[in-house]
C-alpha cells in the first residue's frame, strides 16, 4: 500500500464552481498534512498545511482532516482558471514528506 | 525574503559522470530536503539535513549523497550518473523539520544523455 494515494483521474470544473480532491494515508503516526500546487514545468507551492481533525480555511482554500478515517482533502471555492494545476498531497513523519501522485485539476471558463 | 536558491538551474550529462547540485535555504530555516521528480514515480524523497547531520534518507543508490555545511546550505551529488537519473531534483527548506512549512526551489533539471 503506497503511504499517499490520490486515486481520483484528471478533474474538470467549470469556472466559479467548487473542485474537491481527496488524499489518504497509510501511516497514522503522521503528524502534519500538506497540499502544493504545481504548474507545469514548476515547483510545487505550498498551499494549505493542517495539523489537527476539522477543517482549515485560507480564502478560497479549505482543507479537511480526519485522522480516524486517515484522508485529507482540499476543496477549492469558486474555481478559477488560474487554478488549473496539478495538486500535490504530502503527509510529514520522520523529517520526511511522503507525496501523492497528484491529482490534475483543468478549470473550465 | 528570499526563497530556496538552487543551482544550476539545467544541467546536461553523459552517463558515467557525477554532478553535483547546490541548495540554499530561507535564511532562518535549518531543515533542508532533497526530492527527486519524475513523470513516472512523482515526487520522491532523497535525504533531509538539520545541523549538518543527515536525519532521514529515502530509497535510493549509494550513488546519491548529500551533505549541508554551518551556514544550511546544502549540497547532493550524483555519482556514475545512469539514463534513470534523469529528472527534475528539487530541494526544500523549513525551519526544523519537514513537519512544518515547506518551501521548495526552482529544482534544477538533471538530463543524462
Known amino acids: 500500500q503506497k503511504e499517499v494515494e490520490q486515486n481520483s483521474g484528471p478533474l474538470s470544473v467549470p469556472e466559479g464552481a467548487i473542485a474537491s480532491l481527496n488524499c489518504t494515508y497509510s501511516?497514522?503516526?503522521?503528524?502534519?498534512f500538506f497540499w502544493y500546487r504545481q504548474y507545469s514545468g514548476k515547483s510545487p507551492e505550498l498551499i494549505m498545511f493542517?495539523?489537527?481533525?476539522g477543517d482549515k480555511e485560507d480564502g478560497r482554500f479549505t482543507a479537511q482532516l480526519n485522522k480516524a478515517s486517515q484522508y485529507v482533502s482540499l476543496l477549492i471555492r469558486d474555481s478559477q482558471p488560474s487554478d488549473s494545476a496539478t495538486y500535490l498531497c504530502?503527509?510529514?513523519?520522520?523529517?520526511?514528506?511522503?507525496f501523492g501522485k497528484g491529482n490534475q485539476v483543468v478549470v473550465i471558463p | 525574503k528570499a526563497g530556496v536558491t538552487q543551482t544550476p538551474r539545467y544541467l546536461i550529462k553523459t552517463r558515467g559522470q557525477q554532478v553535483t547540485l547546490s541548495c540554499s535555504p530561507i535564511?532562518?530555516?535549518?531543515?533542508v530536503s532533497w526530492y527527486q521528480q519524475t513523470p513516472g514515480q512523482g515526487l520522491q524523497f532523497l535525504f533531509e539535513?538539520?545541523?549538518?547531520?543527515?536525519?532521514n534518507k529515502g530509497n535510493f543508490p549509494g550513488r546519491f549523497s548529500g551533505r549541508q555545511f554551518s551556514n544550511s546550505r546544502s549540497e547532493m551529488n550524483v555519482s556514475t550518473l545512469e539514463l534513470g537519473d534523469s529528472a527534475l531534483y528539487l530541494c526544500?527548506?523549513?525551519?526544523?523539520?519537514?513537519?512544518?512549512?515547506?518551501?521548495f526551489g526552482d529544482g534544477t533539471r538533471l538530463s543524462i544523455l
Open positions: 504530502a503527509q510529514g513523519r520522520n523529517n520526511r514528506l511522503a
Open positions: 535564511s532562518g530555516h535549518r531543515s
Open positions: 526544500a527548506s523549513s525551519r526544523d523539520s519537514p513537519n512544518q512549512p515547506q518551501h
Open positions: 493542517i495539523y489537527s481533525n
Open positions: 501511516d497514522r503516526g503522521s503528524q502534519s
Open positions: 539535513y538539520f545541523s549538518e547531520t543527515q536525519r
